[in-house]
T-cell receptor, first 109, second 115 residues
């Protein structure tokens, strides 16, 4: 079936360092959504991108949707302990969302 | 207070028993979904329903069954045919606007352990 590849699987950072996760689809997507799942919790919607080349910001988080609508990225500037969790992308194909495997953000002690 | 509720939060069952997980939403959403999440893994779609009295298999439907008799409710039964049922089960709903894939809203999940 259709897949959305997400890398890396894990990223260990020192608090204050930046974090980036990437998603790539072989098929053009109608939209891309990003979710965050805190440890022990459930995924929570962060943002949706619809337009080719779209960039959106939420405080320290920057989301991008590629020109071909096949890839997307989430960049967090100056990570904080509250950013810990797993970040999922989900690509829209018709009515369905195709989920990436997630990137787990781990803050080094 | 609108949202999605799943009960129970933790569930223990003996091997070979069927178990039904509850999912209720009062968001007036048309579409509902069941996902399975294994430790350190992503979400895998079990079943989804876009409208009452209709549902479709997802990627890993074997060993599971669902019903959608009411708009608000989408229970999932984990049958004894499911070979490895221990997992975190997440229910979600979306408005189904008719256009591109909609935002999904998740319940708190049920952690099922089969002993």
């Amino acid at each position: 079936g259709q897949q959305v590849m997400q890398i890396p699987q894990y990223q260990h950072v020192q608090e204050g360092e930046d974090f980036t996760t990437y998603c790539n689809s072989s098929t053009t997507l109608s939209n891309i959504q990003w979710y965050k799942q805190r440890p022990g919790g459930h995924p929570v919607f962060l943002i949706q991108l619809v337009k080719s080349g779209e960039v959106k910001k939420q405080k320290r988080l920057t989301f991008q949707f590629g020109e071909a609508k096949k890839n997307s990225s989430l960049h967090i500037t100056a990570t904080q302990t509250t950013d810990v969790g797993t970040y999922f992308c989900a690509g829209g194909l018709g009515y369905q969302l195709i989920w990436g495997a997630g990137t787990k953000l781990i803050i080094k002690p | 207070d609108g949202g999605i509720t799943q009960s129970p939060k933790y569930l223990f069952r003996k091997e070979g028993q069927n178990v039904t997980l509850s999912c209720e939403q009062n968001l007036n959403h048309d579409a509902m979904y069941w996902y399975r999440q294994d430790p350190g893994q992503g979400l895998r779609l079990i079943y989804y329903s876009q409208i009452v009295n209709d549902f479709q298999k997802g990627d890993i439907a074997e060993g599971y069954s669902v019903s959608r008799e009411k708009k608000e409710s989408f229970p999932l039964t984990v049958t004894s045919a499911q070979k490895n049922p221990t997992a975190f089960y997440l229910c979600a709903s979306s408005i189904r606007s008719g256009g591109a894939a909609d935002t999904q809203y998740f319940g708190p999940g049920t952690r099922l352990t089969v002993l």
